[in-house]
């Protein structure tokens, strides 16, 4: 089972601020997605990357894809309340339908 | 726009009883997993269907079985339930074969409590 650690676990900051969140493995994945869930919800999708080096844009949202597709980031500008949520980075080594490896995710938290 | 519908959305269970969770998407897709997600524990994958009568087990499949005789629906039955079944389950669907490699779709989740 391919691991994918996430870091911070949990992370309170002010509206305004900017964070940094990270989701680390020892494989290489073919592709690597960012998923967001409120509470009561399902995760849902914000991003997929697939090429190594890739970052893509969404709004105030910056999402990075390693080099060498073992590591990815995401990176928000000027969070707002908004932005409260579990992050999710989850994983596929690809070749096979095998379901994606999720990371156990960061809580954030942003203040008014 | 119903996407993936789970039923029900709250149930308890007592040890020892089968139940059905049901999984139906309107969007044509092939793809279909379940998930249970469990604090600290992330999401992790317990079946997943490629297609109409194709089922297969992925991390956590003890004590579930599937089946997929249409595309539109993917159930996920608990034989016997158990304490350690106490989850949040989650259905997913894609478009995509390919896991991760395309959009991913997923239910509300059921959370099911077994005593």
């Known amino acids: 089972t391919q691991l994918l650690e996430q870091s911070p676990q949990f992370l309170s900051i002010q509206e305004g601020e900017n964070l940094t969140v990270y989701c680390n493995s020892s494989s290489v994945f073919s592709s690597l997605q960012w998923y967001r869930q409120e509470p009561g919800e399902g995760p849902v999708l914000l991003v997929t990357?697939?090429?190594?080096?890739e970052v893509k844009k969404l709004k105030r949202l910056t999402f990075q894809f390693g080099d060498a597709r073992k590591d990815s980031s995401l990176h928000i500008t000027a969070a707002q309340t908004g932005d409260t949520g579990l992050y999710l980075c989850a994983g596929t080594t690809g070749g096979g339908a095998d379901g994606l490896t999720f990371g156990k995710g960061t809580h954030l938290i942003i203040q008014p | 726009n119903a996407g993936v519908t789970q039923t029900p959305k709250f149930q308890v269970l007592k040890t020892g009883q089968s139940m059905t969770l049901q999984c139906a998407q309107d969007m044509n897709h092939e793809y279909m997993s379940w998930y249970r997600q469990d604090p600290g524990m992330g999401l992790r994958l317990i079946h997943y269907s490629v297609g109409a009568g194709i089922t297969d087990q992925g991390e956590v499949p003890n004590g579930y079985n599937v089946s997929r005789s249409t595309t539109e629906d993917f159930p996920l039955r608990l034989l016997s339930a158990a304490p350690s079944q106490t989850s949040v389950y989650f259905c997913?669907?894609?478009?995509?074969?390919?896991?991760?490699?395309?959009?991913?779709?997923f239910g509300e989740g059921s959370w099911l409590t077994v005593v």
């Open positions: 997913a669907s894609s478009y995509d074969r390919m896991a991760g490699r395309g959009a991913i779709y």
């Open positions: 990357v697939v090429t190594g080096g």
